[in-house]
Each structure stands twice: as C-alpha cells, then as structure tokens.
C-alpha cells in the first residue's frame, strides 16, 4: 500500500522560512517522479512544484521560483520542500503526491502552513 | 499557463438520478506523445484528493463503475450515471499535458 506521510507545517511569520518532508513507503521511490501540491484555505488546488526521480529535473509554478526549492532524497524515501522569503499567499494545506501518467495517482494527507505575524 | 473552466461550480443531485460535469481547457491537451492527460479528482469534505479518472476515460482501481469521462481537444465531461450519497464533495479535473500542470476551478456536488 502507498503512503505518502507529510511533516515539517506549521506557524511561521511573514519573511520566515519552513522545510515539509514527506515520507513516501510501499513502493519503488526512486522511480517515480514526486510533487507537491497545495490548497489555500476553503479554495482550489495549486501545482507548487515536481521533480524527477534522480532529482536532477525540478518543474516549479512562476508564483514560487526563486522561494521554494524541492528535493529528494531517495536513500531515505523522502521528498522535501524548502520554503523561503514565505508570505500570507503560501498559507495552504501542502499535499505530497506520488506521479503517474502526468497526474498524481496518490496523495498524503497534508500538513498545514499558516504564514501570519 | 492552460485555464481550466468547470461547470457548473455548484451542482445539486438527487440520489439515483445521473449527474454530469464540464470541463474546458484553454488549449489542447493532447501531447506531443500523443496522449490527453486529463484528469479528474474528487475531494470529500477534510480529505485529500483522490484521483478517479485519468487520461480522459480510464478508470483508477476501486472507482465505481458509476463514473465515466470522455471528450477530447478541450472538451471534456465527466459523468456520475447514479448518484450516491458518499459522491458529495468536490470535483476537479486537472490536466497533465503543459506545466505548469492546472486545475479547475472544482465543483461542488451536493445532495437535494
């Protein structure tokens, strides 16, 4: 059975910055490309970013170049998204998803980001 | 970046009576590898998204019967033939063809 176990949410002030794990278990990790996916509060769903499997292509929204940066770490079945320079616009519920035929075939549960002073 | 257009955002249904769902996408979705990577997701009141449909028509494992999609281009629907109790919540399709990869706006399906 996949699944995706994100961590790493919470409160953090305007400007602050925040690292979300994901732990990923119950299937091949390192053969699959990985992405992040948020919703704001009470809104829709926004594609952040996704990487290949060897970690050496990274795809990102225009609204997060430059602030957010995913990785992978496939020794340790782990995606990652560090967040920077973070505003009241990046308050969302952060969903890691596993890729399959350019969608997300399986989600975690999230973990909630809430960027306010 | 493709814009996805939904309707209707809101959709009442009576149990047992079909229900259908339309999608619009600013440009084709068909891709260079000729395939249509279009998508449709379901999301239950305080839970994650869950893919049922992808590709246009093919079904994800443990999806109803009950759900179907179709169309081509830009033009895509996706149709609920029964409608149960537990199909409340919102819909998205999503395409996977030009990144940034979009979603719709959602739909809200709610019992009458």
Known sequence: EVRLVESGGGLVQPGGSLRLSCAASGFTFSSYYMSWVRQAPGKGLEWVANIDPSGSAKYYVDSVKGRLIISRDNSKDSLYLQMNSLSAEDTAVYYCARENGHSAEDWGRGTLVTVSS | ?112
């Open chain 2, 1 to 112: 970046d493709v814009v996805m257009t939904q309707s209707p955002l809101s959709l009442p249904v009576t149990p047992g009576q079909p229900a259908s769902i339309s999608c619009r996408s600013s440009q084709s979705l068909v891709h260079s590898d000729g395939s249509t990577y279009l998508n449709w997701f379901h999301q239950r009141p305080g839970q994650s998204p869950r893919r049922l449909i992808y590709q246009v028509s093919n079904r994800d494992s443990g999806v109803p019967d009950r759900f179907s999609g179709s169309g081509s281009g830009t033009d895509f629907t996706l149709k609920i033939s029964r409608v149960e109790a537990e199909d409340v919540g919102v819909y998205y399709c999503m395409q996977g063809t030009h990144w940034p990869w979009t979603f719709g706006q959602g739909t809200k399906v709610e019992i009458k």
